[in-house]
């Protein structure tokens, strides 16, 4: 018998996490204007940054809750399986 993936779910929801936190500090301090992506303090120059490791953030979260479900559906279908017989 397979375990539940609990490691998967545990990096989803960190990806989620840091997620939400670089999206808070880029609502918060940061704007769009002219010249780019600009931060206030004390983010000054990490405007860049911040607008690259949100975009990573939801890519990554993306593929994890794809794998999560994959590993999910492989789980369920053994559980049951091993539970039929």
């Known amino acids: 018998m397979r ?3 609990w490691i998967m779910l545990g990096l989803l929801a960190a990806c989620a996490t840091a997620l ?3 999206g808070y500090i ?3 301090h940061c704007s769009f204007g002219f ?3 600009g931060c206030t303090q004390p983010f ?3 405007g860049e940054t911040l607008l690259g490791s949100i975009l990573g953030f939801l890519a990554l979260c993306a593929v994890l809750v794809v794998v999560l ?3 999910v559906f492989g789980w369920w279908r053994r ?3 091993n539970n039929a017989t």
Do not use: C
């Open 3 to 5: 375990h539940f993936p």
């Open 26 to 28: 880029a609502e918060t």
């Open 44 to 46: 000054i120059g990490w």
């Open 35 to 37: 010249g780019g992506f």
């Open 20 to 22: 939400f936190i670089t």
């Open 79 to 81: 559980t049951k399986r």
């Open 69 to 71: 479900l994959w590993r």
